[in-house]
C-alpha cells in the first residue's frame, strides 16, 4: 500500500469551531486531493495541489481551505465547522504518468461529526 | 460539471462475468478513464486505467469505444470478495478555468452465493 496515513482518523467537533485535518505521504507524488464522502453522493472533490503551494478548488470547495508547504504535507481546515460538513474525508496522491492525472492512492481516511 | 452516470447497483452469481458501464459526454482530449473499487470503511482502489479501445489486467478488462463517451468494466467470474462499490473517474473540461476530476456516484456491486 501506498504511504498515507490521515490524522486523526475520528473526530467530533462542535459547530462554529475550527478543524484541521491533515494528510502525510512518503511517496513524493506530486498531486494531493481532499474529497469528502457522504452518502447519496459518492465522492466529490475539495481542493487538490499540483506542487507545494500550488493548490486549486474542486467541486465543493466553499467552507474549505487548504495549505501545502512540504510535498508530503496536505492541510484540510475548516474554518468554522458546520453539521453539513459532517463526512468521511479521505485524501489521495498521484504521480503523471502517460495521463495528465494518474493512478490515485487513497488514505485510509478521516470521519468527523460536527454536533 | 459533466456528470457521470453509473448504474445504482447490481446484483450478480458467484462465477457469472460482471459488465458495469459509465457515461461521461464531456471526457475530456488528453484524460484517461480510470475505474476504482471501494470497500466499507475503506479508501478506494485502484483497478484499472485506458485511454481508448480495450485494456486488460490481472483483475479486470475496460473497454472503449472510439467516441470515449462511455467505458465499460468487465469483471470475470466474480467472487464474494468482489461485492463492492465501483467507482468511475474521468477528467471534466466542460468548466471554465480549473480542472475538475469528477467520480460517479458509484456502482454498488452484490455478488451472491
Known amino acids: 500500500d501506498a504511504g498515507i496515513t490521515q490524522s486523526p482518523r475520528h473526530k467530533v467537533t462542535e459547530t462554529g469551531t475550527p478543524v484541521t485535518l491533515r494528510c502525510h505521504q512518503t511517496?513524493?507524488?506530486?498531486?494531493m486531493y481532499w474529497y469528502r464522502q457522504d452518502p447519496g453522493h459518492g465522492l466529490r472533490l475539495i481542493h487538490y495541489?499540483?506542487?507545494?503551494?500550488?493548490?486549486d478548488k474542486g467541486e465543493v470547495s466553499d467552507g474549505y481551505s487548504v495549505s501545502r508547504s512540504k510535498t508530503e504535507d496536505f492541510l484540510l481546515t475548516l474554518e468554522s465547522a458546520t453539521s453539513s460538513q459532517t463526512s468521511v474525508y479521505f485524501c489521495a496522491i498521484s504521480e503523471p504518468s502517460g495521463g495528465p492525472r494518474g493512478e490515485q492512492y487513497f488514505g485510509p481516511g478521516t470521519r468527523l461529526t460536527v454536533t | 460539471l459533466a456528470k457521470t452516470t453509473q448504474p445504482i447497483s447490481m446484483d450478480s452469481y458467484e462465477g457469472q462475468e460482471v459488465n458495469i458501464t459509465c457515461s461521461h459526454n464531456n471526457i475530456a482530449t488528453n484524460d484517461y478513464i480510470t475505474w476504482y473499487q471501494q470497500f466499507p470503511s475503506q479508501g478506494p482502489r485502484f483497478i484499472i486505467q485506458?485511454?481508448?479501445t480495450k485494456v486488460t489486467n490481472e483483475v479486470a478488462s475496460l473497454f472503449i469505444p472510439a467516441d470515449r463517451k462511455s467505458s465499460t468494466l468487465s469483471l470475470p467470474r466474480v467472487s464474494l470478495s468482489d461485492t463492492a462499490v465501483y467507482y468511475c473517474l474521468v477528467g471534466d473540461n466542460s468548466g471554465a478555468g480549473s480542472y475538475q476530476l469528477t467520480f460517479g456516484k458509484g456502482t454498488k456491486l452484490s455478488v451472491i452465493p
Open positions: 485506458g485511454y481508448k
Open positions: 511517496e513524493n507524488h506530486r498531486y
Open positions: 495541489s499540483y506542487g507545494v503551494k500550488d493548490t
